[in-house]
């Protein structure tokens, strides 16, 4: 709850300030991979993406007791950071090893952890600031799964100002009632699918091109806010549906970081996105939550409030996703 009334308090001075110091994040966060294999030697990868360069830079300890036998660095898609080292983790093995992610507080994104063991296990978590370390398991059970694919798709979406931007526009272009239902439904029904279509690599594509999309839509959702009069509610579920595929495809980014445990894939893909709709309801309670203490505080004037509202998001919005637009093709440059 913290964390969602820190990122609802953040959209105020974004929508105040414009395009001015506000930056969405990208699709995939940065992702810190072990793997063990049978003879006890460990191969570890850290990979940032370009946009999450920072200074200082986020740090990956690896685990106490491990030794480093070598080290490498590359440069990978995207102009993306990756850096491996190959490891000697006897007599133990993994299991049991904290591991851990130094300057996350300065680093505007979070790190997915994913962990392979030798007997085919694998392990995953989410480190943020408030919790850069880890506690590598023995095993991961079914619940264990469900719960840290349902908090990784909670903090994502929530950690995501273009998509709690999107969310916001649909709830002032959809206006409340049944129609709020039905539009935030169509949103779930289409990024619940090519989540799951781009999860299992039955849908292929590039983040690059999702990135532009998802900045484009934000773009034509801040038109349809600027329309006037109650003919602009008519589109908005078939708009929330369409697009929701769209951001589908973005949350994806981050499930295909953590990966799919062997055996699990639907127990994680569910909690993936079931915490993802808890975030995005969440977030929607808040803000009708938000409108109810405004109302009972503003009475009769609450619906020329509301009108001056929906067209001060529709302009920032528009300023925002076209800054996103921009800065997103130059990195196809």
């Known amino acids: 709850m913290k964390l969602l009334l820190r990122r609802t308090l953040q959209l105020v001075p974004v929508l105040c300030l414009g395009a001015g110091g506000a930056a969405a994040h990208p699709l995939a966060p940065s992702l810190y991979e072990l793997r063990e294999g049978s003879d006890g030697a460990v191969t570890a990868r850290f990979k940032r993406p370009r946009t999450q360069a920072t200074a200082p830079a986020p740090e990956p300890r690896m685990p106490a007791g491990c030794s480093v036998l070598e080290r490498g660095a590359s440069w990978g898609e995207a102009g993306s950071r990756i850096e491996t080292w190959q490891l000697r983790c006897q007599p133990a093995g993994l299991a049991g090893r904290w591991v851990e992610v130094a300057n996350l507080g300065a680093s505007p994104s979070e790190v997915v952890l994913r962990v392979e063991l030798a007997d085919g296990t694998a392990v995953r978590s989410l480190l943020t600031a408030a919790e850069p370390r880890f506690l590598i398991p023995e095993r991961e059970s079914a619940a264990q799964v469900l719960s840290s694919y349902g908090r990784l798709g909670f903090e994502h979406i929530l950690s995501g100002l273009d998509h709690l ?27 619940s699918l090519t989540l799951g279509l781009a999860a299992l690599a039955v849908v292929r594509l590039a983040a690059e091109p999702v990135e532009i999309g998802i900045a484009a839509s934000l773009l034509y959702l801040a038109v349809e806010l600027a329309r006037p009069g109650r003919s602009r509610r008519s589109t908005s579920v078939p708009l929330a549906a369409g697009f929701g595929l769209l951001h589908g495809l973005g949350f994806a980014g981050a499930l295909q970081a953590a990966g799919l445990p062997a055996g699990a894939v639907p127990l994680a893909l569910l909690g993936f996105n079931l915490g993802i709709e808890a975030g995005q309801l969440a977030f929607v309670g808040l803000l009708l939550g938000a409108v109810a203490v405004v109302r009972s505080s503003v009475g009769a004037g609450i619906e020329t409030l509301t009108r001056a509202a929906r067209l001060a998001s529709a302009y920032a919005l528009g300023t925002l996703s076209v800054v996103w637009l921009l800065e997103r093709l130059s990195r196809l440059a």
């Open 165 to 191: 931007l999107f969310v916001l526009g649909l709830v002032f272009l959809a206006g409340g009632g049944r129609r709020l239902v039905f539009t935030v439904t169509a949103f779930t029904l289409g990024h």
